[in-house]
């Protein structure tokens, strides 16, 4: 029997406890103290004061699987999911962590040591990335581990340097790539680790945190460098099992089966009911652990990505010919899965299924009739040779129907068309001058609740910047 999902992300932790670190408790999905960042997307997230000497604790190696959701913000997977065998909105992130203690020479060891002898994962596979001026990490891989010279790749700012913000803690990185065969790449003359197609697989991104960067881009070596990692549990745990996508594992067919079961389908019949079954399986796991981080479904905020990702998944369900709520009985299954890693989810149980099941009746009740307006209007454009669906529609659905500006586009770009955003922003505009002025002509003192409700549609007020794009439900 191959190794379990949950047995590969204890073995990691063991492995590092061994090593002297401390096995920390993942950190809630909702950061704390972090206006910058609307989602945990990272193991270090909540370690960020340690490497920044602004606090200390009684232990300076960590190692932790940490939940993370990268729907939202820079790191945006969203549109990923489904059609990518490695991308999901929620994931575990295994990593471990030094605080000023060893440095480039035991990260790479350990992790190595760990994936060919840990995991027994083929030498003759593995390849890894090192950033371009990085001849100390070059080195390194060769002279510790052995790895030949031939599959250590140089790469780029963009994908080996990691810096914390503009200013602050910043250094190359150092990843490993497991190449899955000629297959399962894009076939390209130039494809090597690096490209993007699913070939060489990143699995885990050692980030060697080595200066500070001041307001005049200057880079000054940090007395005390450390270390961050972070591997992807799912990931791992596929190439561990022997499968090409992290949806053929333990961690998700449990899941995809109930959702399966429900439809009267089975997972690998056609590719198009494959791809509801993972978004559905992916988004049920994502909405489990949001709600039981606190997130409820809302107009605005981190509440608006919960409401946004749990549309989506009801709107696949109704493409797989689900007509009754399902979503949080698929979500008990993931409860049921990952209760032993994290026994909290067990006394949410109830809630959790309260809340699933409260926002998908609410959806349901429109979303028949949107979908009809949807097809009706991109029937309607493409038989007169338009390519383009209406902003007035688009808003229309967003407004009456509920829903998400993203999942507009979705359906849209499915059916070959696009959306006219300029025109849904002047036609939510429209209405928010509308409810201004109706509001102020009013002579009430505060403003009325239904008024309240029509303007937190579209702004959010504590994160601006990125938060006002994400209100509308756009992928940023
Ligand atoms: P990719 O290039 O594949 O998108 P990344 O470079 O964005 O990954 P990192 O930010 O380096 O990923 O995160 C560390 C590790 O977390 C990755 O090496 C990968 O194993 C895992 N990971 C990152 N994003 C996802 C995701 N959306 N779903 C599952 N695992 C992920
Ligand atoms: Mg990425
Ligand atoms: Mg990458
Ligand atoms: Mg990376």
């Known amino acids: 029997m191959s190794t379990s999902g949950n047995d590969i992300r204890q073995i990691f932790l063991d492995y590092f406890n061994k090593q002297g670190h401390k096995i920390v408790a993942s950190s809630p999905l909702v950061p704390k103290d972090d206006p910058t960042l609307l989602f945990t997307n990272a193991g270090m997230v909540q370690f960020k004061k340690l490497f920044l000497g602004q606090a200390k604790r009684d232990y300076i190696r960590a190692t932790t699987s940490q939940k993370c959701f990268r729907a939202s913000g820079k790191h ?18 295994l990593g471990n962590f030094s605080f000023g203690d060893y440095f480039k020479q035991d990260a790479i060891r350990f992790a190595w040591e760990l994936l060919t002898e840990g995991y027994g994962l083929p030498k003759d596979k593995l390849w890894v990335s090192v950033f371009e001026t990085d001849d100390e990490a070059a080195e390194l891989w060769q002279s510790e ?9 140089r790469l780029g700012e963009e994908e080996n340097f990691w810096s914390m913000g503009d200013t602050g803690p910043c250094g190359p990185c150092s990843e490993i790539h497991i190449d899955q065969g000629p297959e399962h790449g894009c076939g390209r ?11 060489y697989l990143e699995l885990w991104n050692l980030v060697f945190m080595q200066y500070n960067r001041d307001e005049s881009g200057k880079l000054t070596p940090l007395p005390k460098p450390s270390i961050d990692t972070g591997m992807g549990l799912e ?3 596929a190439v561990v099992q022997g ?35 993972r978004v559905i399986a992916d988004h049920a796991r994502a909405c489990t652990f949001l709600i039981s981080d606190g997130i409820l479904p809302k107009n605005e905020g981190r509440g608006y990505v919960l409401r946004r990702i749990l549309r989506r998944a009801a709107r696949h369900g109704r493409k797989l010919g689900l007509k009754e709520v399902f979503l949080h009985q698929v979500a008990q299954e993931v409860i049921d899965q990952m209760k032993g890693a994290y026994p909290s989810l067990v006394d949410s149980r109830a809630f959790i299924d309260k809340v699933i099941t409260k926002e998908e009746e609410r959806f349901g009740e429109t979303l028949d009739t949107g979908l009809k307006i949807l097809y009706d209007a991109t029937g309607e454009a493409k038989a007169k040779g338009e390519t383009v669906l209406s902003g007035d529609t688009a808003f229309k659905l967003y407004d009456t129907y509920g829903f998400p500006l993203d999942l507009t586009m979705t359906i849209v770009e499915e059916e070959g068309l696009s959306v006219d955003e300029p025109g849904f922003d002047r036609a939510m505009e429209t209405q928010r001058s509308r409810s201004r002025a109706a509001w102020k002509g009013s002579g009430e003192e505060a403003m009325p609740p239904a008024l309240e409700e029509l303007s937190s549609q579209g702004f959010a007020t504590e994160f601006k910047g990125y938060e006002t794009l994400e209100a509308k439900g756009k992928a940023v």
Not at 76 to 93: A, I, K, Q, S
Not at 145 to 153: A, H, L, M, N, S
Not at 189 to 199: E, F, H, L, S, T
């Open 76 to 93: 945006n997977d969203l549109e990923n999911v489904g059609r990518t065998p490695r991308h999901h909105t929620f994931f575990e992130m």
């Open 243 to 277: 499968k090409y996508s992290n949806y053929d594992t333990d961690l998700f067919t449990p899941i995809m089966d109930v959702a399966a079961q429900l439809a009267g389908t089975s997972y690998g019949k056609n590719e198009e009911d494959d791809v509801s079954l």
């Open 145 to 153: 581990v052995g790895v030949k010279p031939e599959r250590i790749v």
């Open 235 to 237: 990931r791992i745990s």
């Open 189 to 199: 003359a130039d494809c090597a680790v690096g490209c993007d197609c699913d070939r």
